[in-house]
């Protein structure tokens, strides 16, 4: 979100064109996707909403604008400025933001693994925008044993840089679907859709308990 890049808060700030992710991800804003709960025709300032692609082939590509921050860089506005109620001031906001699908099947990228965790669902955690650093709770998770998934673990958590762990993405999965959820920033709360399927990390740090 541009405003955040603006102010040197996102770990995002002066990347714009380079490569942060491996070649095979693609991710999008789109607040036109059909049927999904952060959609609309319009943004809160009467833009346009539209299909921004965040990361193409890898390369970071576009941040979202609202029409103060788009001005600031001399580019249009991607239809990013949202509000909660009209008792609040747009701010660049996401829609439906998602990473694209990709070809692998979810047990092919398991059956390739030697050692590895396998994080199902998640229980919540945080990020540090400025630094990329995140740690987030693991509801069901399991070991994955000569490429098979085996035995459950309990209260583990995930533990790294978003930027490190982007890099580290090696594959992922055809079986894409959206979710919905609110999003909140400024003190305010929006409806918004995120998506993707099954994605493989290389390498990443788990915490937690052996059941």
């Not at 047990?107 to 987030?136: H, R, W």
């Amino acid at each position: 979100e541009a405003d955040h890049v603006q102010k040197g808060a996102s770990v995002y700030a002066g990347r714009l064109g380079e490569r942060v992710a491996q070649p095979p991800l693609n991710a999008y804003d789109d607040g036109r996707l059909p049927h999904e709960w952060g959609s609309d025709a319009i943004d809160d300032e009467g833009a346009p909403t539209q299909k921004t692609r965040v990361i193409e082939e890898g390369r970071l590509t576009s941040f979202l604008y609202d029409r103060l921050t788009a001005e600031r860089d001399g580019v249009a506005s991607t239809g990013n400025g949202r509000r909660e109620s009209f008792r609040q001031l747009p701010i660049p906001r996401m829609t439906n933001t998602y990473i694209a699908p990709g070809d692998a099947t979810p047990d092919a990228m398991i059956a390739e693994v030697e050692k590895g965790f396998y994080a199902v669902s998640f229980a919540g955690g945080q990020v540090d925008p400025a630094t990329g650093d995140f740690v987030f709770g693991v509801s069901e998770g399991y070991l994955i044993e000569g490429g098979r998934v085996t035995r459950p673990c309990r209260g583990a958590t995930l533990i790294g840089n978003c930027l490190e762990a982007l890099m580290a993405i090696d594959a992922v999965g055809d079986d894409f679907f959206m979710k919905t959820g609110i999003c909140g920033k400024g003190g305010q709360r929006v409806p918004v859709g995120t998506g993707k399927g099954h994605g493989r990390v290389g390498a990443m740090t788990v915490g937690g308990t052996e059941l």
